[in-house]
């Protein structure tokens, strides 16, 4: 039981390149979610999914796009990456116990746009 | 949601107690209480979370007035290992978006030995 997986741990990209960041969970979660976080600041919340097929903006959608084929895999993708989306991405996936929502998170990729 | 409050900063030393306030005095009834932490370069991690009463897990306790308008986590022993930043997240566990979690700064606890 692996828990929450995140590919690639580290990466740098050139402005204007594009890139996808793979989410897999094995515990069977319904709800996946991309987060971000910058150096001073919590997370924000960029896109979720409340089901395999499904996905929804968060606070910081623009410059990413997403995918949610399977219901073990939530794909965070950017089309053409801007220095400003430097930054630690973590998912994670939830799932409900005594009545409330618990997420758990992955370990981060932490990514570079130059 | 109920916004939280909690001081940007706490000391603890090894081996004692680790008391984190966190003040949430606008809370509604249907809203649950979470904690989370992070540790350095690390993904958050799930602690605990009530609605009412007292809970207490092999993490820590949580400890939640009676009219809800505050809580406290604590941690019984403190290990060095504990030193993270805490996120208080208040909640409701009804409605449409009741799954998204917003993080606000937290408190960084610092354990010294």
């Known amino acids: 039981n692996a828990g929450v997986t995140q590919t690639p741990k580290f990466r740098v990209l050139k402005t204007g390149q594009s890139m996808t960041l793979l989410c897999a969970q094995d515990m069977n979660h319904e709800y996946m979610y991309w987060y971000r976080q910058d150096p001073g600041m919590g997370l924000r919340l960029i896109h979720y999914?409340?089901?395999?097929?499904?996905?929804a903006k968060g606070e910081v959608p623009d410059g990413y796009n997403v995918s949610r084929l399977k219901k073990q895999n939530f794909l965070l993708g950017l089309e053409s990456a801007a220095p400003s989306q430097t930054s630690v991405y973590f998912c994670?996936?939830?799932?409900?116990?005594?009545?409330?929502?618990?997420?758990?998170f992955g370990a981060g990729s932490r990514l570079t746009v130059l | 949601d109920a916004k939280t409050t909690q001081p940007p900063s706490m000391d603890c030393a090894e081996g004692r107690a680790a008391n984190l306030p966190c003040n949430h005095s606008?809370?509604?009834?249907?809203?649950?209480v979470y904690w989370y932490r992070q540790i350095h370069s690390q993904g958050p991690q799930y602690i605990i979370h009530g609605l009412k009463n007292n809970e207490t897990n092999e993490m820590a306790s949580l400890i939640i007035t009676e009219d809800r308008k505050s809580s406290t986590l604590i941690l019984p022993h403190a290990t060095l290992r504990d030193t993270a930043v805490y996120y208080c997240i208040v909640k409701s566990n009804s409605g449409g978006s009741n799954y998204k979690l917003t993080f606000g700064k937290g408190t960084l606890l610092t354990v010294n030995p």
């Open positions: 994670a996936s939830s799932y409900r116990v005594s009545g409330a929502n618990v997420l758990t």
């Open positions: 999914s409340v089901g395999e097929g499904t996905t």
């Open positions: 606008t809370i509604s009834g249907n809203e649950y």
